[in-house]
């Protein structure tokens, strides 16, 4: 991360990324202490998951707030940076250093040290659970 809190997304990410988003990403927290990087389309597709919950129940509506009231939108520079809202960083952990993480259709942000712990507290690919998860899905 550089001085003005911009973090550089790597090329393979941005070039990843289809033209119709504008070069534009929705930047989040996660629920890990890590923050979420949606490309725009990903990111209406979440929003229309959230609009199917019911604005009714309270446990609904803390639930979309607690996922939308942080988003904000962020577009990439000449130098494939984005800028990082303080409140992201320090809910995130993260000052100097990122780990940046592909995640299927999203980007993972993650403070190395906060990324290490989250790996050291998990068995891993080895884990018991995951053979059900993985013939879930027939990988």
């Avoid at 941005?14 to 534009?24: G, W």
């Avoid at 597709?45 to 509506?61: A, K, M, T, Y």
């Avoid at 707030?65 to 988003?71: D, K, L, P």
């Avoid at 000052?95 to 712990?117: F, H, N, R, T, Y």
Wanted: proline share 6%; charged share 30%; glycine share 6%.
């Amino acid at each position: 991360m550089d001085s003005k809190n911009r973090v550089n997304i790597p090329a393979k990410f941005r070039k990843a990324l289809d033209p119709i988003n504008d070069r534009t990403f929705i930047l989040t927290r996660g629920f890990d202490k890590c923050l979420l990087l949606y490309p725009l389309t990903e990111w209406q597709q979440v929003e229309d998951q959230l609009g199917r919950l019911s604005s009714i129940r309270g446990r609904d509506r803390e639930f979309v707030r607690s996922i939308t009231r942080h988003a904000t939108s962020v577009q990439y520079d000449g130098q494939g940076r984005i800028p990082v809202p303080e409140p992201l960083l320090e809910y995130s952990g993260i000052s100097k250093q990122i780990s940046v993480i592909g995640m299927l259709k999203k980007i993972e942000l993650w403070d190395p040290e906060e990324l290490a712990k989250k790996d050291a507290q998990q068995a891993g690919i080895d884990d018991p659970g995951f053979e059900d998860l993985a013939n879930e899905i027939n990988f």
